[in-house]
Nanobody, 121 residues
Framework: QVQLVESGGGLVQPGGSLSLSCAAS????????MTWFRQAPGKQRELVAT???????NYADSVKGRFTISRDNVKNTAYLQMNSLKPEDTAVYYC???????????????WGQGTQVTVSS
């Protein structure tokens, strides 16, 4: 059994900052790529940022220069530091992780339950 738990969402004013965490736990051999997605009301889920186990990163154009993804491989945790937040960043943020449960298994994708981020004055 594998669980992903996000935390750190909330309400923030435009221009403010928030930090999200995504912790993987359970029967884990290795956590490979970890990705943050978001879904605003009435819109499709979109990729925000992704980080490989070796810490290579990629960002959506809409968040480049404002958001930073990082990870701690010992803690099996990914982070998303969000600065200069805008109202259009309002969404439920979801974490996805590719996880191998043993040395012989193929990696499988897991989702967290999501955390709400609201940017409003």
């Amino acid at each position: 059994q594998v669980q992903l738990v996000e935390s750190g969402g909330g309400l923030v004013q435009p221009g403010g900052s928030l930090s999200l965490s995504c912790a993987a736990s359970g029967s884990i051999f290795s956590v490979l790529t970890m990705t943050w997605f978001r879904q605003a009301p009435g819109k499709q889920r979109e990729l925000v940022a992704t980080i490989t186990r070796g810490a290579s990163t990629n960002y959506a154009d809409s968040v480049k220069g404002r958001f930073t993804i990082s990870r701690d491989n010992v803690k099996n945790t990914a982070y998303l530091q969000m600065n200069s937040l805008k109202p259009e960043d309002t969404a439920v943020y979801y974490c996805n992780a590719l996880i191998r449960q043993n040395s012989a298994s193929d990696p499988r994708g897991y989702w967290g339950q999501g955390t709400q981020v609201t940017v409003s004055s």
